[in-house]
């Protein structure tokens, strides 16, 4: 892979997602172990840069660093001098002032990453950016859905709920359709963008047309901060229409897994039964998000992208 930056899956081959996946193979055989340390990055410096709040994609951001030897800071708005009204462009160069050799940033706006791998000459991972991308969260859905069923060619998967706000949703289009997977999208018109169509995905407004026979189903959280008001009824109209809950994930294949990139609202957009069910892999995803991420760190950090 070519690349210095992870920005986004749009602009990645099917060839270079495939060098990440590979490498986060023998990553999470690190993290199984007793002794989760490895000296692959002793001595180089990870930056997180989050302008958003976060649990999983930060806190397995900086056990990757740490696992592999580097050593992390965090950086969050509430307790830097982001706070004092310093712009990005700013706080961009003084990180790398500072020494850092690789950035990963977390950030409301869309193309924030973009901007910043062109305001310094260290490697940028986008962590989130507004409604764009989240690459490193489609990257371990990738891993997941493989360790699960082998291969994503030809699998029915299926992504239901709040597509317009999320940038999830966005980078898994990308990269689900690069790898060959059935893709179709659930959620109320008013929740999808305009023109998905023409991704290659199918579209459907009900959920129980889209269930049968699906190998997986992806949910994504209903994004209450990004609502503008007027694109759902209610929140309980929303969960009784497209909820997913055991009677509907009954139309999947019996062997379906269920997926949720997190936080969940519990009784919105899944069911206890279902995300707390044998179905769902959603743990095993937060645990390959460090596996994934590590493979990241270490592929842009020591230039070994290609
Ligand atoms: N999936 C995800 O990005 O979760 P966090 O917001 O907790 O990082």
Redo the contacts with the bound molecule.
Sequence with gaps: MQAKHLLGLAELSAADIEEILNNAVPMKQVISRDIKKVPTLRGKSVVMLFYE??????VSFELAGKYLSADTVNVTTGLSSVSKGESLFDTAKTVQALGADLVVLRHPSAGASHLLARLIDVPVVNA?DGMHE?PT?ALLDLFTIRERKGSIKGGKVVIIGDVLHSR?ARSNIWALTRFGADLHLVAPPTLLPAGIEQTGVTVHHRPEEALVDSDVVMVLRLQRERQRQGLIPGVEEYAKLYGLNAERLNLARPDAVVMH???INRGVEIADEVADGTRAVITDQVTNGVAVRMAVLYLLALGRMN
């Design positions: 709040p976060s649990t999983r994609t930060r989130g989240h969260q999830v990139p997190g936080p």
